[in-house]
Nanobody
Framework: EKQLVQSGGGLVQAGGSLTLSCVAS????????IGWIRQAPEKAREGIAC????????YYKDSVKGRFTISSDNSRNTVYLHMNTLKPDDTAVYYC?????????WGQGTQVTVSS
């Protein structure tokens, strides 16, 4: 079965850091575009970061640029979202996503809460 399993997240004070993990099983990340999407309460989902291993350029939404970083560990088939200098506005459920012509997979979502 092809799936993404997330971990990490939790409660952190403003200015703090968290790292989210997303492990793929049943397929290789290398073949997919990987994105991190979040949804804050009563707001639409927004894509905040996206990359593909074959493309050296990584997209970051302006609101997280310079604070969030995507990294990957191909040996573990895992993608990470490193979040620094967190703000209360970053409070949301965070999802990882892997998509290409063959499929579109979502993690189960992870709550990140940033207190002021």
């Amino acid at each position: 079965e092809k799936q993404l399993v997330q971990s990490g997240g939790g409660l952190v004070q403003a200015g703090g850091s968290l790292t989210l993990s997303c492990v793929a099983s049943g397929f290789r990340f290398d073949d997919y575009a990987i994105g991190w999407i979040r949804q804050a309460p009563e707001k639409a989902r927004e894509g905040i970061a996206c990359f593909k291993s074959s493309n050296p350029n990584t997209y970051y939404k302006d609101s997280v640029k310079g604070r969030f970083t995507i990294s990957s560990d191909n040996s573990r088939n895992t993608v990470y979202l490193h979040m620094n200098t967190l703000k209360p506005d970053d409070t949301a459920v965070y999802y990882c996503n892997a998509r290409n012509w063959a499929g579109n997979y979502w993690g189960q979502g992870t709550q990140v809460t940033v207190s002021s």
